[in-house]
Nanobody, 127 residues
Framework: QVQLVESGGGLVQAGGSLRLSCAASGRTFSSYFMGWFRQAPGKEREFVAALSRSGGSTYYADSVRGRFTISRDNAKNTLYLQMNSLKPEDTAVYYC????????????????????WGQGTQVTVSS
């Protein structure tokens, strides 16, 4: 069983920054391929970013590339999402997710490949 807990969400003005964290349980965090997804009201859950087990490989949705940075600290069992230059359209509930087996970059956007999900943290960006 893998438990994921997101934190760091909140209210921020457009152009501002937030850093989300996702704390994972267990001692095998370094073996998980991790990702961030988000869901806005009335919309489907969408892929945001993902990274490899070592943190050496990253992949971003076109909508956030250049503004968001995904990273991990395996020693702390924690995943991060640094969000800069936030826009009102970034408003959503953000979820971290874990895959217990490696995920190829070409399919990292597939939510069905992630077996475990956090409860989500709300990010609201005002105009």
């Amino acid at each position: 069983q893998v438990q994921l807990v997101e934190s760091g969400g909140g209210l921020v003005q457009a152009g501002g920054s937030l850093r989300l964290s996702c704390a994972a349980s267990g001692r095998t965090f370094s073996s998980y391929f991790m990702g961030w997804f988000r869901q806005a009201p009335g919309k489907e859950r969408e892929f945001v970013a993902a990274l490899s087990r070592s943190g050496g490989s990253t992949y971003y949705a076109d909508s956030v590339r250049g503004r968001f940075t995904i990273s991990r600290d395996n020693a702390k069992n924690t995943l991060y999402l640094q969000m800069n230059s936030l826009k009102p359209e970034d408003t959503a509930v953000y979820y971290c997710a874990a895959a217990l087996t490696p995920v190829a970059t070409r399919v990292a956007t597939r939510a069905d490949l992630y077996a475990y999900w956090g409860q989500g943290t709300q990010v609201t960006v005002s105009s």
